[in-house]
Structure formats: C-alpha cells, structure tokens
C-alpha cells in the first residue's frame, strides 16, 4: 500500500492549511491568495510554512512565487507528493 495521499485529501489538507493562516473558515480552491484571502506577505510565509511541515516538503522562493491560487496550492503539493 502506497503512503502516498490522495488529491482529496491533499485538498482537504491544504484548505485545512488556508483556514488556519487565513481570515475565512470557508476557503474556495478558486480563491486568489491576496485578491480573495487577503494575504499579506507575512500570513503567505505562514501559510508556505504549514503547507512544507504539513506535506514535508521543500519549496523554494521561486516556486512560492508562482503559487497564487490555493488551486495552484494544490496542484503544487499533488506533483510533489507522486514524485
């Protein structure tokens, strides 16, 4: 059996991330990490420090850089958990 999770519960973690680090209990994978949650620079490093302790994973500027939807979030840790 894989220890690998499944893209719901990836989502489910990741929302579970948003909530915590964010000012809405009920986020949308559509939802703009500034435009929508209203982010600021300070609650997104929070956030990508969950999302690397939650999954155990690395991400780099560049990459955080990249990742504006909580979709994008999603997708994100998806690819990185088959790899």
Do not use: W
């Given at each position: 059996?894989s220890n ?5 519960t990836?989502e489910?973690?990741?929302l579970?991330c948003v909530?915590h680090?964010?000012y809405?209990?009920?986020p949308k994978?559509s939802d703009h990490?500034v435009?929508?949650?209203?982010l ?12 690397k302790d939650e999954?155990?994973l ?13 979709q994008?979030?999603i997708?994100?840790v ?6």
């Amino acid at each position: 059996m894989s220890n690998v999770p499944t893209k719901e519960t990836i989502e489910q973690r990741v929302l579970e991330c948003v909530v915590h680090n964010s000012y809405t209990s009920t986020p949308k994978t559509s939802d703009h990490l500034v435009d929508d949650l209203g982010l600021d620079s300070d609650d997104q490093i929070e956030l990508f420090l969950d999302i690397k302790d939650e999954f155990d994973l690395k991400i780099s500027d560049a990459q955080i850089e990249q990742l504006r939807t909580v979709q994008q979030i999603i997708d994100f840790v998806t690819a990185q958990s088959v790899t």
